[in-house]
T-cell receptor
Framework: EAEVAQSPRYKITEKSQAVAFWCDPISGHATLYWYRQILGQGPELLVQFQDESVVDDSQLPKDRFSAERLKGVDSTLKIQPAELGDSAMYLC?????????????FGPGTRLTVL | DQQVKQNSPSLSVQEGRISILNCDYTNSMFDYFLWYKKYPAEGPTFLISISSIKDKNEDGRFTVFLNKSAKHLSLHIVPSQPGDSAVYFCAASESQGGSEKLVFGKGTKLTVNP
């Protein structure tokens, strides 16, 4: 069964350091999403790609966060410098170009802890 | 301003009984509503969805009801099983020709006791 892959699963870093997360969506899925889930909250969209283009990055803190999907397949999310408040679960999701119910398929996530 | 609200942080039910999880929304432009289930240290997994033009969708033990006039939906699980214990997220989307982001509620933690 096709799945969204993410790595690493867990990351511990000190504040002011740089961190990067990787996501490989389900093969053929044109749309890729990065969400952040703070403990006790629901996931919130950070950035959405359609192929290699950014569709929505209105909630991405662009002073420290960046995301790319250069070839329209896998994607990297970077934080530099990391702050204590960035501790959260970072979830990647993908969906096909057309979806009957707007379903998104989520990866296992990367749990980030900033010390 | 939260567009999707799940006002019950937790729910506890006995095995075999019905679980009812509730969700309210404010944006009348949402056209699909989805329920996701999440276990600790895993990503959310899709459970069931409903289009805004319907008022009920059923899949096995899971049924979702939509009341558009009240901007309210609910997920019914019958009968509840211990394996259903997880956090359930209500999500909504507004189709905008390719920008179908999901807006999530805060989740309800369901515990099914044997």
């Amino acid at each position: 069964e096709a799945e969204v892959a993410q790595s690493p699963r867990y990351k511990i870093t000190e504040k002011s350091q740089a961190v990067a997360f990787w996501c490989d969506p389900i093969s053929g899925h044109a749309t890729l999403y990065w969400y952040r889930q703070i403990l006790g909250q629901g996931p919130e969209l950070l950035v959405q790609f359609q192929d290699e283009s950014v569709v929505d990055d209105s909630q991405l803190p662009k002073d420290r966060f960046s995301a790319e999907r250069l070839k329209g397949v896998d994607s990297t999310l970077k934080i530099q410098p990391a702050e204590l408040g960035d501790s959260a679960m970072y979830l990647c999701a993908s969906s096909p170009r057309t979806s009957g119910n707007n379903e998104q398929f989520f990866g296992p996530g990367t749990r980030l802890t900033v010390l | 301003d939260q567009q999707v609200k799940q006002n019950s942080p937790s729910l506890s039910v006995q095995e075999g009984r019905i679980s009812i999880l509730n969700c309210d929304y404010t944006n009348s432009m949402f056209d699909y509503f989805l329920w996701y289930k999440k276990y600790p240290a895993e990503g959310p997994t899709f459970l069931i969805s409903i289009s805004s033009i319907k008022d009920k969708n059923e899949d096995g033990r899971f049924t979702v009801f939509l009341n558009k006039s009240a901007k309210h939906l609910s997920l019914h699980i019958v009968p509840s099983q211990p394996g259903d214990s997880a956090v359930y997220f209500c999500a909504a989307s507004e189709s905008q020709g390719g920008s179908e982001k999901l807006v999530f509620g805060k989740g309800t933690k369901l515990t099914v006791n044997p």
